[in-house]
């Protein structure tokens, strides 16, 4: 039977077209090809291989294979398959999202310099004649033969050198092309470090990962530990052992960038494998993207760093992955396919037998269900490693605050402000949170703090300001927007928020004299500005950090005695059903900021619910009592992880067009409704309009993902939508619009 390849062609306009393949050569999904396009010769990635469609004269045949090997792993490629099975996205998306376009395309190649190498070594008499009437061409030669590798010219005068030129005319030496490395922390002295001597907790997370690494069929392992536990040290003797027994590792970290200090001690502690180590994030360049792609599939790599995407990296003999953070929505990708970075890591282990380390302080409901479940072991580490103690956590009741203050936007309540003065004067610094998502969209009361919510499904209902109503984001249920707090009948109730922004000029205002630095999606736009500002801070020039959630992880400062929540209601009350999840998580990474040295660490949390019990378990560090009321609520409610829940999404410039083709949806993802599956109304996104388009959507929740996913994937395939509407689904959907 004839064969056809689709072809992804190398080049910005990522067109698909099929090829016709000659007879017997071996062309598999992931080979890069020569193929002919508008009779000129171009290149590409085969997605695809299916039989040639009978009759189908018009097919052009490609020419030939670039490299006989494929860019992905056959291993990879099941992968691939289980991602198009559960996300329902065409494999040719999948595969397009495991190679990077830098790899793809012709435009990035391997960077080469000119060196140097002896090709004929000189007689005695020869290089006593040099050494005599051409010093420069002998000093040369003594370097070169002394060399074990070529030398690059630049080192020894530079291509232009007459001397060189000699040399190789006279046939003592030889120019080639060397391969350079774009290494992204060339330059950056690094101090090697020794491992540690574990603690007791640590030690049994240690042999958990030792016993999975030989197991046949190992179940992902839980390290459930507090921040400070000392998790990264389990990281790196866990990748020991991997690497002991000849096998290869990936560590994935939620936000790479935001992590510089946990690459740092990778690179610190496996120095003497320097070049075995590769980083994959968004912030490398083309180039060094490039390279270090390259040098995990020629197999140079032996250890991967990197964000979500690294889950594709085409390493073989891969023993374990590690999961930083595995709570962190950084995990789940926005564009298709949308994967959840940890769900694949699971899945990849399964497939390719290998280990898994999943960590956190604060592990995500559906990880820690796994583990009531006996799918996954639980490992807990509950004292910090280095003898610190977890900081004493305040909450003040900003009802009184407001009410002393009499002002709007009482941004900071006296005991806050007391405390910062305090550190201040003791040179010691502080960092405050500003949580800026969730802005303006609930309806909360300032004086009462009570919160609209939908009766069916325990979440704030959102305020859309265009249509002045209120909206159940899960169920599409709508209400008025009273004019008066339904609790306290104050008519206050219009939420008064501030964000990170007009937080620094007040703080400015406040703390005269003082250098306060705001870190936020805006501020950190420029290559290294985070980079550079946590350096600043880290070097003490900075006394006051003010950020979004976006510093509340991973970072080390000792000297930081002092971490203030500026308004902890504003993830409280977001309109989603993990938001209770999130606010916990968050309180409680932020509370591992303070204290990390020998200074005893204070966090003072304001809100003005302050009996929520997201904010009260938080504050006393209990897990345990978060996670049980929190699974009540959500198998009360229906919620992951008792379900899987699925967005769809229609979005268009047209608004009426984007509203009727998601109501049509609606219709028809209700006939045949799976069993068990619960169907919300359309509504208008939380995200009205987004790049000058309006947005509706609906949700979807279920107890089988792949039911789920299949029943929308068949109603959107039967249903024609106009031209200009786009519609989007996203299974387990971390962000609902
Ligand atoms: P986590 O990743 O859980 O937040 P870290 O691995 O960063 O914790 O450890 C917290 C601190 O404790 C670090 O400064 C680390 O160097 C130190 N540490 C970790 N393990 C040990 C140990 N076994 N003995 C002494 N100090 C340790
Ligand atoms: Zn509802």
């Known amino acids: 039977m004839p064969l056809s390849a689709s072809v992804l062609i190398d080049g910005p306009s990522e067109l698909v077209f099929d090829y016709a393949i000659p007879d017997g050569l071996p062309v598999r ?44 792993t056959p291993e990879l ?23 990077p376009a830098s790899i793809r395309g012709e435009k990035t190649s391997a960077k080469t310099a000119r060196a140097a190498l002896i090709e004929k070594a000189p007689t005695e008499e020869e290089l006593a004649t040099m050494a005599k009437r051409a010093k420069r061409q002998h000093a040369i030669i003594e370097l070169l033969t002394g ?50 001597t574990l603690n007791n907790e640590q030690a049994e997370a240690l042999e958990a990962v030792s016993d999975s690494l030989i197991s046949e069929k190992p179940d992902p392992i839980l390290l459930h530990g507090i921040t400070g536990s000392g998790k990264t040290e389990v990281y790196l003797q866990a990748t020991q052992k991997a690497l002991d027994l000849g096998k290869n590792v990936i560590i994935l970290l939620p936000e790479i960038a935001l992590a510089p200090q946990t690459v740092r001690r990778f690179k610190a502690r496996f120095n003497q ?68 970075a940890r769900d694949l890591a699971v899945v990849r282990c399964r497939l390719e037998k290998c280990a898994v380390l999943l960590g956190s302080a604060t592990p995500s409901l559906e990880t820690y269900n796994n583990t009531l479940l006996k ?68 309806l909360q009361c300032p004086p009462c703090g009570h919160a609209i919510e939908c009766n069916h499904c325990a979440i704030p209902l959102t305020y859309h300001r ?36 007009k937080a620094e ?80 998580q968050l309180l409680t990474q932020v509370a591992g900021r303070a204290g990390r040295g020998d200074l005893a660490g204070e966090v003072i949390i304001q ?29 009360q409610f229906s919620y992951p992880p008792y379900t899987h829940l699925a967005l769809l999404l229609a979005r268009s410039s047209h608004e009426r067009r984007a509203e009727f083709t998601l109501e049509t949806l609606h219709l028809k993802l209700k006939e045949n409704l799976p069993e068990g599956v619960i169907l919300g109304d359309p509504i208008p996104s939380p995200l009205t309009r987004s790049h000058s388009q309006f947005r509706f959507q609906l949700l979807l929740r279920g107890p089988n993902a792949r039911v789920l996913s299949r029943h929308i994937k068949k109603i959107l395939d039967a249903t024609p939508t106009p031209e200009d509407v786009i519609v989007t689904s996203d299974l387990d959907a971390y962000d609902l619009g």
């Not at 050198?161 to 350079?180: N, T, Y």
């Not at 930081?560 to 916990?584: C, I, K, Q």
């Open 29 to 72: 999904p992931g080979c890069r090809v020569r193929i002919p396009l508008r009779n000129r010769p171009a290149t590409g990635t085969v997605l695809r291989v299916a039989e040639k469609p009978q009759g189908d004269f018009a097919l052009r045949y490609l020419t030939d294979l670039v490299d006989p090997e494929p860019l992905v």
């Open 607 to 635: 809100t003005s619910t302050p009996h929520s019990p997201s904010i009260q378990f938080a504050r006393h560090h209990d897990f345990d009592g978060f996670v049980t009321q929190e699974l009540e609520m959500r198998k």
């Open 375 to 442: 799918k996954y072991q639980l490992v807990k580490m509950t004292q910090r490693a280095d003898g610190a103690t977890l900081p004493l956590t305040r909450v003040v009741d900003m009802r009184i605050e407001s009410r002393k203050q009499k002002g709007r936007d009482a941004i900071l309540s006296d005991r806050l402000r007391t405390a910062i003065d305090e550190r201040l004067e003791k040179s010691e610094q502080v960092i405050l949170f500003l949580n800026r998502r969730g802005f303006a969209r609930s």
């Open 505 to 584: 000029i007040i703080l400015n205002k406040l703390f005269k004299g003082y250098k306060i630095a705001r870190l936020d999606t805006d501020t950190t736009r420029r290559k290294n500005a985070l980079r550079d500002t946590l350096r600043d801070f880290k070097a003490k020039k900075i006394h006051i950090l003010l950020g979004t959630q976006m510093i509340a992880k991973g970072l080390d400062f000792p000297n930081v005695t002092l971490v203030g929540v500026l308004n902890a209601d504003l993830s409280l009350y977001a309109p989603d059903f993990r938001a209770g999840e999130r606010t916990f």
């Open 147 to 196: 060399a074990t590798e070529p030398i690059p010219v630049a080192q020894l005068g530079g291509s232009a050198s007459a001397s060189l030129k000699a040399l190789s005319e006279k046939g003592f030496i030889k120019l080639i092309d060397l391969e350079v490395r774009r290494d992204p922390d060339a330059g950056e002295t690094i101090i090697p470090t020794e491992p540690f």
């Open 77 to 99: 490629l099941k992968l691939a398959e289980w991602i198009t099975s559960y996300y329902g996205t065409p494999l040719e998306q999948v595969i397009r999202a495991f190679i």
């Open 273 to 340: 494998l320097d070049d075995k180590i590769a980083v994959q994030h968004s912030h490398l360049s083309q180039g060094e993207r490039f390279d270090e792609w390259n040098r995990i599939r020629s197999g140079e790599a032996r250890i991967i760093i990197g964000a979500r995407s690294a889950i594709f990296a085409p390493l073989r003999d891969l023993g374990l992955i590690i999961v930083d953070e595995e709570h962190e929505p950084a995990y789940k990708q926005d564009n298709p396919p949308k994967y959840h």
């Open 466 to 501: 265009s249509e002045e109503r209120l909206v159940c984001h899960i169920c599409g249920h709508q209400a008025v927007v009273p004019r008066v707090c339904p609790e306290c009948k104050d008519p206050a109730i219009r939420f008064q928020g501030y964000g990170t922004e």
